[in-house]
């Protein structure tokens, strides 16, 4: 999946620490988009926008707004991660339909998705997740981030 979205190989391979994906997360609300920073095709930082199609979600662990729901088992057992690049921000509608749009703070999170392309990760050094986001027509492909 790296070689695919990137088209470049990957410089090193590596193992995260402690990060696990939990049981339970809050749905926030619809995605509308995802901002992100990656060397894709050139091999150089380039800044990247993805407004989400309908029906993609965004979870949060560490939210008190929203319903809790279960983590899907397809989700919780993603063995392996996809650096895409570093996450800038992303934004979703809550459920009385305001936009919020994340705060990111320095160090600037980054961006994984799961090796089918199903789920995006923001991950913050490398052992917590901040935000999950999955459904609709979710995938990342040699085009980018999709769906």
């Given at each position: 999946m790296f070689l695919e979205f990137h088209q470049l190989d990957p410089k090193k391979v590596g193992q995260f620490g402690r990060l696990e994906i939990p049981e339970e997360?809050?749905?926030?609300?619809?995605?509308k988009y995802i901002a992100y920073r990656s060397n894709k095709w050139s091999g150089k930082g380039e800044n990247y926008i993805h407004d989400h199609e309908g029906?993609?979600?965004?979870?949060?662990?560490?939210?008190?707004?929203?319903?809790?729901?279960?983590?899907?088992?397809?989700v919780r057992?993603?063995?392996t991660l996809v650096r895409l690049g570093h996450c800038l921000g992303f934004g979703y509608t809550n459920e009385e339909g305001q936009l919020v749009e994340a705060k990111i703070k320095t160090p600037t999170p980054e961006l994984y998705c799961a090796p089918n392309g199903s789920v995006l990760f923001v991950i913050q050094n490398k052992s917590s997740i901040k935000a999950m986001m999955w459904g609709g027509?979710?995938?990342?492909?040699?085009r980018g981030i999709v769906g």
């Open positions: 997360a809050v749905l926030v609300g619809e995605a029906g993609v979600k965004t979870y949060r662990p560490d939210s008190r707004a929203g319903r809790v729901v279960d983590v899907p088992e397809a057992s993603v063995q027509n979710l995938d990342v492909t040699w």
